[in-house]
């Protein structure tokens, strides 16, 4: 066990090492190693985590794996001109096979992930057979499939699914997520973004489930340094992990505070205002600092006038939404949003209140809170106004539904659906059990 986190770990920092020197460069060893070499460090560096991560559960992951392999090697990309995996294909082939890691542009070029799918896809020969160039594409797909059933399934097992639960959640994931137009793991296998969500959703889930205090400030510790990566790969999700990072604080401070408050209360060694009043001071600071603040318009504008993209004020304002001259953050009429939220996005509600429905699912508070959370943060980042001002200035309308991508509701739905599992057999049973006959023998 101690072997195979030295191995993670020491992967994990000739990754990052390798990443900030694509953004700074301080080493001509680092920059002159050739793409072909990190894409064998790619795939290695997600193997030995998954062992390291699962081990007792690694043949249910791999038999995942395998299962979903064959499916991405069945059904493939999707290639219909214009879709955007063609693109994603030149830029396999025209950026990064044969280069060397100074050879591709420090940000947002897919450095790890075109890195690891040029080698399977970048040709052996001056002349490229159609055919043969096409199993290529269906081969990359299938083991890109297969390594996200991997990181989801191991996702849901650490949120304390059994194995049918989490396999449930994977389905839901693979069938629902993207928009209703495409799913996203037939149409993004080839893009950056593919392998920074599986970063950012295994990362997240061991973030955010984490209880103990300094377990997670080392998970918040490694997830910084994780942000070149993702930088240097697709840097969308650098994003995502910022935002779930600070929200996780806030959450784990909350939850501390009023966990001291309950043990003070009970004890009833101190008045009510000694026990509750910090958490009543912390819940006051964020209501002014996430929605006050963002009413006054010269703060809007000082903030947005620090955004990356320098975005002109009448830019952004389109996805502003004002009630009685009233900043409430974002609305969900802009650009794709109800496209990608769809379905889940209109249950997600309903479940949630069940979900918390007293007695209906027998599960810690806290618990409910952490896996909401990983479910709800794209409505937390697009309705707090702070967070919205921020996310909506640095990017343009149309990539503004993206932040949809951030939930990672399947976790969600399968545990709501995991805890209403043993009420349901125990009305079953009690309703299938014979009846005694009073006064029989």
């Not at 001509?28 to 190693?33: F, G």
């Not at 542009?105 to 057979?129: E, F, T």
């Not at 819940?283 to 002014?288: K, R």
Request: contains cysteine; glycine residues 8%; hydrophobic residues 55%.
């Amino acid at each position: 066990m101690v072997f195979c986190l030295v191995a993670m770990v020491l992967a994990w920092l000739a990754i990052v090492l390798i990443s900030l020197d694509h953004l700074v460069p301080f080493s001509p060893l680092l920059s002159h190693l050739s793409t072909r070499f990190l894409g064998l460090l790619g795939w290695g560096t997600a193997l030995v985590t998954i062992f390291c991560l699962g081990r007792g559960h690694l043949r249910a992951i791999g038999s995942v794996a395998l299962l979903f392999f064959l499916l991405g090697l069945v059904i493939g990309s999707y290639l219909e001109p214009p879709a955007d995996p063609l693109e994603h294909l030149r830029r396999i082939h025209e950026e990064n096979c044969g280069k060397m890691a100074a050879e591709v542009a420090p940000v947002n070029r897919g450095l790890w992930h075109y890195s690891m799918a040029g080698l399977v896809l970048c040709a052996d020969a001056a002349r490229v057979k159609p055919v043969r160039m096409l199993w290529k594409i269906r081969i990359a797909n299938g083991l890109f499939w297969a390594l996200a059933g991997a990181v989801l399934f191991l996702a849901a097992i650490k949120i304390g699914l059994p194995y049918r639960w989490a396999f449930l959640s994977v389905l839901i994931c693979f069938l629902f997520f993207g928009t209703n137009r495409f799913s996203y793991f037939r149409y993004y296998s080839l893009a950056p973004t593919f392998t920074s969500m599986l970063i950012y959703w295994l990362w997240g889930v061991y973030l955010v489930m984490q209880e103990n205090r300094r377990r997670f400030l080392l998970l918040a510790f490694c997830g910084i340094f994780f942000l070149p990566v993702l930088w240097t790969n697709h840097r969308q999700e650098g994003v995502f992990l910022v935002l779930l990072l600070g929200a996780a604080i806030l959450v784990n401070v909350g939850i501390s505070l009023a966990a001291r408050g309950n043990a003070c209360h009970r004890t009833g060694t101190a008045t009510k205002f000694r026990c509750w009043g910090p958490l009543a001071a912390y819940l006051l600071f964020l209501f002014i600092l996430l929605a006050l603040l963002p009413q006054s318009a010269d703060f809007r504008a000082w903030l947005a006038g620090g955004s990356i993209r320098h975005l002109g004020a009448g830019y952004y304002k389109y996805t502003w939404h004002f009630r009685h001259g009233l900043y409430l953050g974002g609305t969900d009429h802009a650009f794709r949003v109800r496209d990608t939220l769809g379905l889940t996005g209109q249950v997600l509600g309903p479940v949630l209140i069940l979900y918390f429905w007293p007695g209906l699912v027998r599960f810690p508070v806290e618990r409910k809170l952490r896996i909401s959370l990983l479910a709800i943060l794209p409505f937390i980042g697009y309705y707090t106004p702070l967070l919205h001002l921020i996310w909506a200035s640095n990017v343009y309308v149309a990539e503004y539904y993206r932040l949809c991508y951030a939930s990672m509701f399947w976790l969600l739905f399968s545990h709501f659906l995991y805890g209403l599992e043993e009420p349901l057999v125990r009305s079953v049973r009690r309703f299938c059990q014979p009846q005694s006959i009073v006064g029989g023998k």
